[in-house]
T-cell receptor
C-alpha cells in the first residue's frame, strides 16, 4: 500500500539552528501538508501546498517556517532558527487532486520527532 | 476549533464491538464526517468517512444519524492493536479553491482490555 515517508525519524538540534524535515508524499498525490503535535497536545495544521505554492497556512506557520518541493518527489519543511517551543512531532501528509464536489482523503506519514535543546 | 465533541476515554473488552460516539450538532450540509486514529504518537491513520449514509470498510463501520448531528464509529471485533486515540473530524466537501485541511480535537482514547 502506498505510504507517505518522512526523514529523519528523530532529530536533535541546538536552539537557533536551521532544520529541514523531508517527506516523500504518495506518488500520484498533488496536495501536501505539514502538521505538528507538541507532546501531549492536539495535532495542529501548519500548512498546505499545491501547484508549487502555499494554499493555506495557520497562525503557527510564521516567517521562520517555509516549505518547498525541490524536485518531483520530495516535500520539505524548513525551520530557519529553531526555538525550544518548536520541539514536536511533525507530520507530513498528502492527498489526491481535489475535484469539484468530491473530497479526497489525507494520508499521513509516521512523523519526524524534533527536539530543540 | 474542532466542531465535534467526543468522550475523552472509553474501555472495550477484546473481541467485543467498540462503539465510539461523536456529536457534531453544527455540521453543515456540505460537510463530511471523517474518522482517524493515532496509535501511540504514530501518524494519524485514516479509518473511514461519510456524508449521510452509513458506511463500512475493512476497518470499521460508520453510522450517521438521520439529522447528521451525531455519528458512531464501530470497530466490530476490537483487538489490543486497536488501542489508540480516535478522532472524529468534520471537513467541508467543497468551498471553492482550497485544501480542506483537517482540524483535530482531543479525540477519544480507546483502551482495549484483554
Amino acid at each position: 500500500e502506498p505510504e507517505v515517508t518522512q526523514t529523519p525519524s528523530h532529530q536533535v538540534t541546538q536552539m537557533g539552528q536551521e532544520v529541514i524535515l523531508r517527506c516523500v508524499p504518495i506518488s500520484n498525490h498533488l496536495y501536501f501538508y505539514w502538521y505538528r503535535q507538541i507532546l501531549g497536545q492536539k495535532v495542529e495544521f501548519l500548512v498546505s501546498f499545491y501547484n508549487n505554492e502555499i494554499s493555506e497556512k495557520s497562525e503557527i506557520f510564521d516567517d521562520q517556517f517555509s516549505v518547498e518541493r525541490p524536485d518531483g518527489s520530495n516535500f520539505t519543511l524548513k525551520i530557519r532558527s529553531t526555538k525550544l517551543e518548536d520541539s514536536a512531532m511533525y507530520f507530513c501528509a498528502s492527498s489526491e487532486p481535489q475535484h469539484r464536489a468530491t473530497l479526497n482523503t489525507i494520508y499521513f506519514g509516521e512523523g519526524s520527532w524534533l527536539t530543540v535543546v | 476549533d474542532a466542531k465535534t465533541t467526543q468522550p475523552p476515554s472509553m474501555d472495550c473488552a477484546e473481541g467485543r464491538a467498540a462503539n465510539l460516539p461523536c456529536n457534531h450538532s453544527t455540521i453543515s450540509g456540505n460537510e463530511y464526517v471523517y474518522w482517524y486514529r493515532q496509535i501511540h504518537s504514530q501518524g494519524p491513520q485514516y479509518i473511514i468517512h461519510g456524508l449521510k449514509n452509513n458506511e463500512t470498510n475493512e476497518m470499521a463501520s460508520l453510522i450517521i444519524t438521520e439529522d447528521r448531528k451525531s455519528s458512531t464509529l464501530i470497530l466490530p471485533h476490537a483487538t489490543l492493536r486497536d488501542t489508540a486515540v480516535y478522532y472524529c473530524i468534520v471537513r467541508v466537501a467543497y468551498s471553492g479553491a482550497g485544501s480542506y485541511q483537517l482540524t483535530f480535537g482531543k479525540g477519544t482514547k480507546l483502551s482495549v482490555i484483554p
